[in-house]
């Protein structure tokens, strides 16, 4: 007997918004500037069902203009929903044209909704002997699971495939029959699809009456049956209950035929996907494509292995079609260039004669990249393998190093002359690691510098830097993935030494040539953009001050650390013992559903609970805020919460990053990951560690001087933000008070409360000060009631009275907004620009969020580039004084140091200099420091 053949029918709105969601904290971005999230989250989903279930049948469902069925039953169906962002609304189009290029069928009705296009299918498909599966995270589905018919929930943050048939349906929905699922959606209602469903009736207890009843209409007409508030409530909205039955019933006779020929899965158009891909920049997408179809079929034996083949569609494994098509170079289909295809001269110095002849060339050159090949991509523990150069297309060389100390240094020995020239320009992709590299033996990278990553960061902030994008957007290049010498990530993966030197030449000079190549491009572009002066003037020389940081690391008081640990335990114990009193059950805390079921589901501290995407209660940190006051058991379970963390991300896991070698630990700061222009840190992130709270201080004050001949300053600018926002604006009113000194905060309540100065109370200074900062970040009068103890309609006339006080102000920010409209972007003061997408955006919350950066990103932007210029200057005069301090970290406004007990004095004033004149505004910069024998105290 045959198996059965098998249909998959995809919900396509629900993979594209799921795949739109996943992206939502890193979009991808092209080099178009086009958000590309939804379409490549969207194919992800479809390559995954079709390479790991080889379907015979296939065809994608989409909703068309809503459920006119529904809408007319109850005018609020799913009326609560946002608006479709944009970036969904564009990406759909070109979804289809993918879609249709692969041959797969696109199923549309006007007016129906996908689930009742795929419902009317299964039905049929099931009729005529198919297994159907239905992909989908869709819960509603499952009132269709039969014998034949099944939910196919794809895989979604780490957790794998599922595949509902009726057990696991009957499990899930406390149901006897799927169909009975319908009465229990109907009875709970659901959030998202706003189906009202019968008032108090939660997961619980529609699966109590199910069981008891067996449907909404036994229920319904058994009432006497239920007890007090419950049977007032089903009496009192039983039409409602049949109304949210009928809305929650997915149809399955609609204007929809069921057609195996045209459904069956046929041999794509490869070229016109390729082609799409291509403009989309999807270069992982585009292999996997290629790839899928790339499988001889079962029996078959490939004659070549060669994997940059794709058999022609006779041999494809999804198909059994046989064409005339002959194999087809991927490179050819993509487009894209490689070692194999293009010429290319890459030379090994294997000798001693042989690298004085390229130590003489060498010394000729005005610019040369290189790269160098390591053992770790951790430059403290990096050991030198090989180094890479290019100074001209398509050619380069590579100098092996060997692993014994003593012959490296002399090899080294001789390239220093390269390094240490100041003639020669060094390029390179992400120099600083190199430089850190370099620095282990003794070797200054000298000479004016052009970073490849840095330079597109200026460029294209939000697009991702990494090499091979770079190469394959900009010069339609494809370089050789470094997986291909080493092998994936695990324990059986090598390192460059264990490489060929034939293959780590090609692998290595590649890199310096197409850096090389990149180099050229991106000249013109920053010309074109007007972005050297950014470049050069900053971005370049912090490379240098940024590598020196996190070769110094910072000291860390290893005890206190784990006394402050042992402190949080009992304080987090004591916490959870109340919590669990005040619910009266444990429960886990760290669970947002268990959660949620106690504090809304039990504890019923909300009148109206606000609900997630997927029907939980929403336990997010603004939603509990909004009820701590009223509850204790809301103020525990946020501090819990605050704890936890501080103890899991820092107090417990900074220790571990402390490096054997150094005894210190060694941050390292991103250049090219915020679009604002500010650093970021990473391993380990200091750049979070909280401020606000007693405990989270006193983490600081584990960052120690380095020993008894140091000591920890501090200096940090004060306001800066804001001193930006009066300049920017040319509000005189706040340029006045800057320039008089005063307390700005203090001034603002004097004339937004009109008091005179001194008779300003400390919750009128706090509630302008809430204002002041948070103008910048276009604070709404609810969300300035949120964060004071004013009430909506007082916030509201505070924030009325603050920009009748500033009108420039107000006059400023619509000014930034229109620039922005027309231009497409905002600048700081240094000129670095940040691009704004959404700026005309239809959809009112996406283009709400663009404006509010409009705003704000110059005046972060601005002071990021600011306290740059500092950090320079600083580095520059502490080098040429020949100072023994050391510049340690940089924390938002605030710069680290260890000052040497000698220079305490001489570097305050250095500091207070430099930082106080980095940039003139029409108000003075104004900056505090401080000492200490720890971060908290120098604070």
């Given amino acids: 007997m045959s198996a059965k053949k098998r249909l998959f029918l995809i919900d396509a709105y629900a993979l594209i918004f799921r795949g739109y969601y996943a992206f939502i904290k890193n979009p991808r971005i092209n080099s178009k500037g086009q958000d590309t999230s939804a379409i490549m989250g969207f194919m992800n989903s479809l390559f995954d069902v079709i390479k790991r279930e080889n379907p015979d049948h296939l065809a994608v469902c989409f909703d068309k203009d809503g459920s006119a069925e529904r809408k007319e039953i109850f005018e609020d169906y799913k009326a609560n929903r946002d608006e479709t962002p944009q970036v969904i609304r564009d990406s759909v189009p070109i979804i289809k044209d993918i879609i249709k290029s692969m041959h797969i069928p696109v199923v549309e009705i006007s007016g129906m ?519 204790q058991i809301v103020r525990e379970v946020l501090e819990w919460r605050q704890l936890s963390k501080l103890k899991s991300t820092y107090v417990d896991a900074l220790p571990k990053q402390i490096n054997k070698k150094t005894n210190r630990v060694h941050t390292e700061f991103m250049q090219t990951v915020a679009a604002t222009g500010r650093l970021s840190s990473n391993n380990p992130n200091l750049q979070n560690i909280p401020i606000r709270t007693e405990r989270g201080r006193e983490v600081r004050k584990a960052f120690v001087p380095r020993d008894e001949n140091h000591t920890l300053l501090a200096a940090d600018y004060s306001q800066i933000e804001l001193r930006i926002i009066a300049s920017l604006s040319e509000e005189e009113t706040m340029i006045e008070a800057f320039n008089n000194g005063e307390d700005i905060h203090a001034s603002t309540a004097a004339k937004v409360f009109d008091v005179p100065i001194d008779e300003v109370t400390r919750e009128q200074r706090s509630n302008a000060k809430t204002v002041n900062f948070g103008i910048i970040y276009g604070v709404s009068a609810f969300g300035l009631s949120n964060q004071t103890d004013l009430s909506r309609k007082e916030s509201k006339e505070l924030i009325d009275t603050y920009y009748e006080t500033y009108p420039k102000l107000r006059s400023y920010i619509d000014q930034q907004i229109a620039f922005a409209r027309e231009h497409g972007y905002v600048k700081t003061v240094m000129g670095r620009r940040r691009y704004l997408k959404d700026i005309n955006a239809r959809n009112a919350m996406v283009r709400g969020g663009a404006e509010r950066n409009a705003v704000n990103a110059p005046v972060q932007g601005s002071a990021a580039d600011i306290i740059k210029v500092a950090m320079i200057s600083i580095f520059d005069e502490m080098n040429k004084r020949e100072m023994k301090s050391q510049m340690l970290l940089q924390v938002h406004d605030e710069l680290i140091f260890d000052a040497h007990n000698d220079e305490v004095d001489e570097l305050k004033t250095l500091i207070k200099d430099k930082m106080e004149s980095a940039f003139k505004l029409n108000v003075p910069l104004d900056v505090e420091i401080g000492t200490g024998n720890n971060w908290l105290e120098a604070h």
């Avoid at 959030?191 to 449907?215: H, M, Q, R, Y």
């Avoid at 805390?589 to 606000?610: D, H, N, R, T």
């Avoid at 509990?624 to 009223?630: G, I, M, N, V």
Wanted: net charge negative; charged share 35%.
């Fill in 113 to 631: 909704e996908a689930d009742d296009i795929i419902g009317t299918l299964a039905k049929q498909a099931e009729k005529e002997d198919y297994e159907v599966n239905m992909v989908t995270p869709d819960k509603d589905f499952a009132q269709l699971v039969s014998d034949s018919i099944f939910m196919y929930r794809p895989a979604r943050m780490g957790n794998g495939i599922e595949k509902w048939g009726l057990e696991e349906v009957k499990e899930r929905f406390g149901v006897d029959r799927p169909e009975q699922v319908i009465d229990y959606l109907g009875m709970m209602g659901d959030a998202a699809d706003n189906i009202p469903g019968l008032p108090g009736v939660g997961d619980k207890t529609a699966k109590k009456f199910i069981k008891e009843f067996g449907s909404m209409e036994a229920l319904l007409e058994n009432t006497d049956q239920l007890k007090g508030k419950m049977k007032e409530k089903v009496e009192a909205h039983k039409e409602q209950g049949m109304m949210s039955k009928k809305l929650a019933t997915i149809i399955t006779d609609c204007d929809v035929k069921f057609d195996a020929e045209s459904y069956e899965v046929s041999p794509p158009d490869v070229e016109k996907v390729v082609d799409i891909f291509k403009e989309l920049e999807f270069r992982r997408l585009t292999e996997q494509f290629i790839r899928m179809y790339n499988q001889p079929k079962e029996g078959e034996t490939p004659e070549k292995t060669d994997e940059n083949k794709i058999a022609g569609a006779g041999q494809f494994s999804l198909f059994g079609n046989d064409t005339d098509k002959k194999n087809v170079d991927v490179d050819e289909l993509q487009g894209y260039k490689s070692l194999e295809n293009t010429s290319h001269f890459y030379q090994y110095i294997a000798d001693d004669f042989a690298l004085e002849l390229f130590l003489n060339k060498l010394l000729k050159q005005k610019s040369v990249c290189f790269d160098t090949e390591t053992t770790s991509l951790n430059s403290l523990e990096a050991e030198l393998v090989g180094i890479a150069f290019s100074w001209e297309k398509h050619k380069g060389y590579y100098v092996s190093i060997p692993e014994n100390r003593k012959e490296a240094e002399t090899i080294l020995e001789k390239l220093k002359a390269f390094f240490e020239n100041e003639n020669i320009e060094k390029v390179g992709q992400n120099l600083k690691y190199d430089i850190k590299v370099l620095a282990n033996y003794n070797i200054e990278v000298k000479g004016q510098l052009f970073d490849t990553m840095l330079a597109h960061y200026i460029i294209n902030p939000d697009m991702r830097h990494n090499m091979d994008i770079l190469s394959e957007t900009y010069l339609n290049y494809s370089p050789q993935p470094i997986t291909d010498l080493i092998g994936k990530k695990g324990k059986n993966q090598k390192t460059m030494r264990d490489i060929d030197i034939e293959d780590q030449t090609e692998y290595a000079v590649e890199d310096a040539d197409i850096t090389f190549q990149l180099k050229n491009y991106f000249e013109k572009e920053l010309e074109d953009a007007h972005n050297k002066p950014l470049y050069f003037d900053l971005e370049i020389p912090l490379i240098r001050v940024l590598a020196s940081m996190e070769i110094n690391g910072i000291h860390l008081d290893k005890n206190a650390l784990e006394q402050l640990s042992e402190r949080l335990e009992k304080d987090i114990k004591k916490l959870e013992e109340s919590i669990y009193k005040e619910a009266d059950e444990t429960f886990n805390i760290g669970s947002p559903k268990q959660l949620g079921e106690i504090l809304f589901g039990k504890l019923k501290i909300a009148k109206k609970p606000k609900k997630t995407k997927s029907g939980q209660y929403s336990t997010a940190e603004d939603v509990l805020s909004f009820h701590a006051e009223e509850h």
